[in-house]
């Protein structure tokens, strides 16, 4: 082969690789992008056939006592598990305030149905054992879509058996009043997040996109409320100005150095 | 006529002290009274809660508006793109991030019932230039829902710069979405993507909970 040829084969070789190279390689924002939206997309459709609709209806049907009662039935199970990773996470007054929340409107509530607790001033709180493991210290990794359950995290993945085993309706017997009760409860759910799906309809160019920076966002500042906590890497952009990083790690570093980063 | 000279002297002085008092509120009051300014009117007008859409945004551009930034705003969110457009591309831009806010503001303004808005403390140094106010609306069921206003001083007062709902803030969240248009059709790209997507959030009924598609 000629020199020239063998030149040529180089460059060749080179600027396949350099192309490749840049336009390949995972999002560092989202390793897993192309397995979430394809997620992403599957949920969405049957969110639009099955969930939404019933969900709509259940809304501008259901006489608004019953939808308020079913959503504080399944709230105050909740206080419960709540009130385990608060004392877990070492917020003490937290805690118990939670454990009272769930003795006030387990008794006095009539078993839940109204929340007593709320207008005595005991405000309600959400933890789930992903934010326990992240005010331990464990990292939230990335951003993972679900089946069925939607945004998630890699670390709230694995938690995910936990809040399973601390959901106290999953011991419902018999077993089809439990599942008449779950399906009721997502029902509920999802009609309390309508106006914000529509929102997010509105506001965003990619839904995908835009639900998965919102919820990374959002999902942090449950863990560290207050910004506290985790020290936060604040970048600065080239205008100057500064901007807080979606996840509470640092772009993935681990990737193989070659692979120029995408966007930011 | 020294009666009239010295009232009209009396009424620009006191507009003037207004004026000048105004520039000196601090960043949470002027939050707060906006915010709640907003709400009531929103509650109290029978236009805005049957769902129309041209009422709501009136409200918004008269009350809002004019307190936020969205030079600002659209100069963070495109992020290191905002050097490379041309200052044409930067005011096109611009105007239709901020037609997009209004939209989304206006929709999500719209379904204001009944709920209360209470302020935290501020924490801030009183020389600061930036600080951040934060709130939480008082829904009927369920927790609390966080928002959190980004503000600076600027040399005609204090204006909203970003939004945090729900512990995410607008500008980051856009980010992301800016960039990806920016890398697939540059930022022309990006602008013809919001204008289109103005366009159809302008033909399309407000505030309706009627499945969509």
Known sequence: MSRTMKFRHAALALGVTVMLAGCAGPNPRDPYESYNRAMFNFNDTVDTYALKPVATGYKNITPQFVQTGVGNFFGNLGDAWTAINNLLQGNGEAGMSDVSRFALNSTLGVLGLFDIASEAGLPKHKEDFGQTLGVWGVASGPYVVLPLLGPSTVRDTVALPADIAGDIWRYKDPVNVRNIGTVVRVVDTRAGLLDASSLLEDASLDRYEFLRDGYMQRRESQVHPDGDGAPRKVQKDDTGETSAPVSSEPPAKELNSGTPPAAN | ?213
């Open chain 2, 1 to 213: 006529m020294k009666f009239i000279k010295q009232f009209i002297a009396l009424a620009t002085v006191s507009v003037a002290f207004t004026g000048l008092a105004s520039a000196q509120e601090a960043p949470d009051a002027l939050v707060k009274r906006i915010s709640q300014d907003v709400i009531e009117t929103a509650k109290a007008d029978k236009g805005i809660q049957a769902g129309d859409t041209r009422k709501v945004m009136e409200l918004v551009e008269s009350k809002i508006l004019p307190h936020v930034d969205f030079q600002r705003m659209t100069m963070l969110a495109a992020g290191r793109f905002w050097r490379e457009a041309t200052p044409q591309q930067q005011q096109q831009l611009t105007e239709q991030f901020r037609s997009l806010l209004v939209f989304t503001y206006s929709g999500a303004l719209s379904q204001v019932k009944d709920q209360t808005v209470d302020f935290k403390p501020m924490r801030a140094d009183p020389g600061d230039t930036e600080v951040e106010v934060r709130s939480q609306v008082n829904m009927p069921r369920g927790e609390p829902i966080p928002l959190n206003y980004r503000v600076a001083k600027g040399p005609s007062g204090w204006k909203i710069y970003d939004i945090n709902v729900l512990g995410a803030w607008l500008v980051e969240t856009y980010k992301g979405t800016f960039a990806s248009e920016i890398n697939k059709g540059g930022i022309d790209g990006l602008i013809k993507a919001l204008t289109e997507k103005n366009k159809k959030l302008a033909s399309k009924p407000l505030a309706t909970n009627a499945p969509k598609k």
